[in-house]
């Protein structure tokens, strides 16, 4: 169980287009979803919380307006990158908190890789 | 403020055993987590301890927490080459209910 998965697991774009990332609770429900961001060989940066019917959450120094967060139902939370350039290249986690009895634990999704060309 | 420090490699002989360690700073942390990651794929839960237990067991996994000192280890006894993989430490901290902070990842590699 607690099984969280991403579309596209890889994306490849232009410069100045948009890139929308599903992530999505398979059999649980997540009122709360949260986007991360890796960069190679480095750990993992939170970029915003998403709460379900609510507005995101988003940590200091993420652009709002550039990283779109909908977490439209209880099981699918998107983030698009909007208007994209190279240096937002990475790898974007999404993650989906479980509550109850699994003490509030975040189960993660496999990530996807975008690269903007 | 909140960090969480790990070494950044580790390298082992397959069949020894591999002790991860990580230290924290926010003493207000409840639960204590190790992530494990393979190249290129999401995190995935290993285990996690609350932070007034100890010792944790888990099949080959064992989790040492001496919350005085704020230090965390993560051991792998008969390491396998499956095993190869970055470890993260993370906390959650009682005042940050959903905020979890991650380690910079420890890289383990199983020499076999």
């Known amino acids: 169980g607690a099984v969280v998965s991403q579309h596209p697991s890889w994306v490849i774009c232009k410069s100045g287009t948009s890139v929308k990332i599903e992530c999505r609770s398979l059999d649980f429900q997540a009122t709360t979803m949260f986007w991360y961001r890796q960069f190679p060989k480095q750990s993992l940066m939170l970029m915003a919380t998403?709460?379900?019917?609510?507005?995101?959450?988003?940590e200091q120094g993420v652009e709002k307006d550039k990283f779109l967060i909908n977490h439209a139902s209880l099981t699918l939370s998107t983030l698009t990158v909007t208007s994209a350039h190279p240096e937002d290249s990475s790898f974007y986690i999404c993650?989906?908190?479980?509550?109850?009895?699994?003490?509030?634990?975040?189960?993660f999704g496999p990530g996807t890789r975008l690269t903007v060309l | 403020g909140e960090d969480v420090e790990q070494s950044l490699f580790l390298s082992v002989r397959e069949g020894d055993s591999s002790v991860i360690n990580c230290t924290y700073t926010d003493s207000s942390s409840t639960y204590l987590y190790w992530y494990k990651q393979e190249p290129g794929a999401g995190l995935q839960l290993l285990t996690y301890?609350?932070?007034?237990?100890d010792m944790k067991q888990d099949q080959r996994l064992t989790v040492l927490l001496n919350k005085k000192d704020k230090h965390l280890s993560l051991r792998i006894a008969d390491t396998q080459t499956g095993d190869s993989a970055i470890y993260f430490c993370a906390e959650r901290a009682e005042t940050s209910y959903d905020k979890v902070i991650f380690g910079p990842g420890t890289s383990l590699s199983v020499i076999p």
């Open positions: 993650s989906a908190r479980l509550t109850g009895v699994h003490i509030n634990t975040q189960y």
């Open positions: 301890i609350f932070s007034n237990m």
């Open positions: 998403s709460n379900e019917g609510s507005k995101a959450t988003y």
